[in-house]
């Protein structure tokens, strides 16, 4: 809301002081930059709310793109969508659950069939090299 009133006042400022009449030319060119000052400052203020992004703390981002590859971690970044992109990679203990039975069962040697149930808990290290690793 602050980002976009600050464009509007430098936005009337700048041009709207034009058209009052009876103002002297360094009142008008006072008006005029200070205005553009506030719109510049605005402007800048919408790009950074819009396109500013910070992770999560148990997740990380992989920003590819203009600039190279970026590993973000508890700070945020920039990150425009035209020229960038972020992965998400979750930092968390993830479990995964295997079960082979019935038709799916596995064949030993013998010609028997074995029933398998297995669970597994991964969990990315979260140093940079293992974080790039997983974001592939």
């Known amino acids: 809301m602050l980002p976009r009133l600050l464009l509007l006042i430098g936005l009337l400022l700048s041009i709207g002081s ?5 103002l ?23 790009l950074v709310t819009k396109y500013y992004r910070i992770p999560t703390p148990n997740m990380v981002f ?3 793109g203009a600039g190279g590859v ?3 971690r508890g700070t945020g970044m920039i990150v425009f969508p035209t020229i960038h992109k972020i992965t ?6 993830t479990q995964i659950k295997i079960s082979r039975s019935d038709s799916n069962s ?4 013998d010609g028997q069939r074995v029933g398998f149930l297995g669970e597994v808990n991964i969990r990315v290290e979260p140093n940079p090299d293992s974080i790039l690793l997983v974001a592939q």
């Open 88 to 93: 998400e990679v979750s930092l968390e203990l």
């Open 106 to 109: 596995l064949p030993t040697r």
């Open 62 to 64: 992989v920003r590819t």
């Open 18 to 22: 034009w058209f009052i009449p009876g």
């Open 24 to 46: 002297p030319q360094i009142v008008h060119l006072t008006l005029s930059a200070f205005g553009s000052c506030l719109f510049f400052v605005g402007a800048s203020a919408c």
């Open 70 to 72: 970026h590993v973000i």
